[in-house]
């Protein structure tokens, strides 16, 4: 057993060469004292190695190492292992000095480091203690703890370019740096992107990751990404997303009486420390007006239109299906109906659409498919409508048109002049019964027998004469109700606002049975601007918190209700790409949003 488990621990070691092989260095900080001490290191990933040859460390004084470090990942099953060398520091003379370049030899390779740069300036005088802290005001020791922390933690937000078309996509991408612990943390003030089309990527799992900047070693991950689409031209600009987190720093109150523990573990306190990334600026440029086409409706990316008829031959009363699909890169959530005219001798039904939405590397884009129904009426030779379909290629700078081919359409048979009804979920093997209105004679006895009494002038009679006026006035006005019901859209999202909600809010609470804290809060974001993007009659554009808060204000909903809707909604959107604590749980939040509704609901 013990000769199996040596040939394991072999297999699983030698694995590592299996993986990427790289030599780093890094220190732990870059901006030094005279008489500060640092860690410099020497990473190897890949494996281990003894055959290393270190910088002569020019300038620096050598107080300790190397130290030797190892650690192991298991990544699907395979091995990573590195191993890490380290020196402590303390530098001789003043001014930028340099860490030369290390080189290690594994696996018949030689590996060199990058040489890193450290800035070192006067001496810090030594602190005394309690008389040196009772004199510092709590105003200039935050600030000192800010200037120290403003370099260990920080929010970068990373758009893929700075300039592009009105209509095109760009994505941004907020990655936080940080070289200390943190908890807590949460989003005070999400990105305002005033101009812009916003479609968040959902991230499924935040996952850390080292990272040298500037000779620093940190630990990176990226907690949001949104793709957005400028809908003006000029300098649009993003402002900051704020964070705050809670820190552990060196306590300032120290006890009189010190155990000998306190030498090596100084008395910490929590510091709340808030930060935001820098602003972006982005140049959105106008689309050339020129060799503009004339059905051009704004659409920009990479698109691909396919349009297919079924059949070439049918008979009168037998249904037709017309298909347009397009597909590619781009804002497919503003994507036209085709404008198409079909013959007048066709019944057309409204089409029946399906979409595909995808996220790939960041980037917009799918499919939409638009299936109509065409039921001839008349025989003959018809041609049926060219659809077209054009945008602006970035990649080309120029207008591109899609046209589909002509297709011809023989129909034989009789003429109809009746006309079926189809539902627009139609089933085509239903669809194929229209039009057999002849049904064959049976030549048996069929039974009948004299009436006892006459029907004529009995009450059953005159039902019978009235109840198709009845019914054809109930239809009448049932028509006439839907189709104002259905003109006014918005109208009817508002009415059906809470019945939404609270269906979105139960799916929700089945995921909080379930333990899904990651579907639970998608799902109650999705049930909050849901309901406020149909109850306050506000289109996808305009759903942001200002303006969310300025129509509720404008309704005369309470304030303090505005302030609990702001602070749910940071709490469930933080929850779904930042790895903290939820104050009250799944639960908490389930009752809040439900209450936020119901009281809401009352006061509209």
């Known amino acids: 057993m013990i000769r199996i488990w040596t040939i394991y621990l072999l297999l699983i070691l030698g694995m590592g060469s299996m993986f990427s092989q790289s030599f780093t260095a890094f220190v732990d900080k870059n901006q030094v004292g005279q008489n500060e001490t640092f860690k410099a290191s020497f990473r190897l990933e890949g494996g281990q190695s003894n055959d290393i040859r270190y910088p002569s460390f020019d300038g620096f004084q050598v107080l300790s190492g190397p130290s030797t470090s190892t650690s192991m990942q298991i990544i699907n099953g395979q091995v990573n292992q590195s191993t890490t060398f380290s020196f402590y520091l303390r530098p001789t003379r003043k001014g930028k000095l340099t860490i030369g370049s290390a080189s290690v030899k594994f696996n018949g390779k030689t590996y060199k480091s990058d040489a890193v740069s450290v800035s070192v300036g006067e001496a810090k005088a030594a602190p005394s203690n309690q008389q040196q802290n009772q004199q510092q005001s709590k105003q200039a020791r935050n600030q000192s703890i800010e200037k120290q922390l403003k370099d260990a933690i920080y929010l970068r937000a990373i758009p893929s370019t700075n300039s592009l078309y009105v209509g095109d996509q760009l994505t941004v991408t907020y990655k936080l740096y940080r070289r ?14 005033g101009g812009f089309w916003v479609e968040s990527v959902d991230i499924p799992k935040v996952t850390t990751q080292l990272e040298v900047v500037n000779g620093v070693q940190f630990r990176t991950a990226v907690i949001k990404k949104d793709i957005l689409f400028p809908q003006r031209d000029g300098t649009l600009t993003i402002d900051p997303m704020t964070l705050s987190c809670d820190v552990q720093v060196q306590s300032q109150q120290r006890k009189r009486r010190q155990s000998i523990f306190d030498s090596f573990f100084a008395p910490v306190e929590t510091y709340q420390y808030k930060f935001a990334n820098p602003p972006i600026k982005i140049t959105a440029k106008a689309l050339p007006t020129s060799s503009k086409p004339a059905d051009f409706n704004g659409m920009i990316g990479k698109w691909n239109m396919d349009v297919q008829v079924d059949k070439t031959e049918t008979e009168t009363g037998e249904p037709v299906t017309f298909r347009v699909r397009i597909s590619g890169q ?128 009995s009450g059953k009679f005159w039902i019978a004469l009235l109840l198709p006026f009845m019914l054809f006035g109930g239809l009448f006005f049932w028509k006439r109700q839907t189709d104002q019901a259905a003109a006014d859209v918005v109208g009817t999202r508002s009415k059906k606002a809470t019945k939404m909600a609270k269906k979105r809010l139960s799916i929700a609470q089945k995921h909080m049975g379930e333990g899904n804290e990651k579907a639970f809060y998608d799902e109650v974001v999705r049930a909050v601007w849901g309901y406020l993007g149909d109850k306050l009659r506000l289109g996808q554009s305009d759903l942001s918190r200002e303006e969310v808060r300025k129509v509720l204000e404008q309704k005369s909903v309470a304030s303090p209700l505005i302030d609990r809707l702001i602070k749910l909604l940071d709490t469930c959107e933080m929850a779904l790409f930042a790895p903290v604590a939820v104050q009250g749980g799944m639960k908490g939040t389930y009752e809040e949003a439900m209450g936020f509704i119901t009281q809401v609901e009352g006061q509209l």
């Open 180 to 193: 200390v612990e943190v908890s807590n943390l949460t989003s005070d003030e999400p990105p305002n992107y």
């Open 330 to 457: 781009g804002n497919i959530k503003k994507l036209p109906e085709p404008k198409l005219d079909f013959p007048p001798d066709f019944e057309v039904y409204d089409p029946n659409i399906s979409e595909q939405t995808s996220r790939s590397k960041g980037k917009l884009g799918g499919r939409r498919t638009y299936e109509y129904l065409l039921v001839p009426r008349n025989p003959g030779a018809y041609k049926l409508p060219t659809a077209s379909f054009s945008y602006f290629d970035v990649g080309k700078k120029s207008y591109q048109q899609l046209s589909s081919p002509e297709y011809k359409l023989t129909v034989t048979g009789e003429p109809q002049q009746g006309n079926a009804s189809i539902s627009p979920n139609f089933n085509k093997e239903d669809v194929e019964l229209i039009g057999q209105a002849i049904r064959h004679i049976s030549l048996g006895d069929p039974g009948l027998k004299q009436a006892r009494t006459s029907l004529a002038g």
